[in-house]
């Protein structure tokens, strides 16, 4: 089984894996999930590690082609090791109805060396059915020791009388410079 990744719109490969004895792996399945996918590959001579999958395709029953463009294109990325280097902590500066961007993931699909394509049914360690599975914006609630709660946000009414549920004012995105840009 072999999985090549390569740079979208182009024909130049940023990489490959490939397994021997292995019947069957997982792959990032844009047909079968409706929402973007990003994963994290380190691909030699690009500084990206956060690409988002565009095409899923299977040249042959032991392959599998995807292709990929970096998730953040004009923005240099800074991951939470990264900001520890810091005296202060990140976790410090988030508080209580901080706005975060959470990457909840995706459901991966199975693709067996017979060429038959599966879902994920056999894998319980990388399927979480009550997530959500996708990029969301989140809202702090509690943030304390190294530990930090987060609410998703959502833009469907919740039902009337639901007292678990309290409404954030569309001005609190605005100030987001990144949030939903087509270039991020």
Request: glycine share 6%; hydrophobic share 30%.
């Amino acid at each position: 089984m072999r999985i090549t990744y390569f740079l979208d719109g182009t024909t130049t490969q940023l990489g490959s894996e490939g397994s021997e004895g292995i019947t069957e792996v997982l792959y990032p399945d844009s047909n079968y999930n409706s929402h973007e996918i990003t994963i994290t590959k380190m691909f030699e001579g690009y500084p990206h590690h956060r690409w988002q999958v565009i095409t899923v395709d299977h040249p042959s029953e032991s392959e599998i082609s995807i292709s990929l463009k970096p998730r953040i294109t004009k923005a240099t990325e800074v991951y939470l090791s990264q900001t520890h280097k810091h005296k202060k902590s990140v976790i410090s500066n988030l508080q209580k109805g901080t706005l975060v961007e959470i990457d909840y993931g995706y459901i991966p699909s199975i693709k067996k060396s017979s060429g038959v394509l599966r879902s994920n049914k056999r894998y319980p360690d990388a399927r979480q059915n009550g997530e959500m599975h996708k990029r969301r914006l989140a809202v702090v609630v509690n943030a304390s020791g190294k530990r930090i709660q987060v609410v998703p946000i959502s833009s469907n009414e919740p039902p009337i009388g639901d007292r678990s549920c309290f409404s954030l004012d569309k001005g609190s995105i605005e100030k987001l410079v990144h949030y939903n840009s087509k270039d991020m």
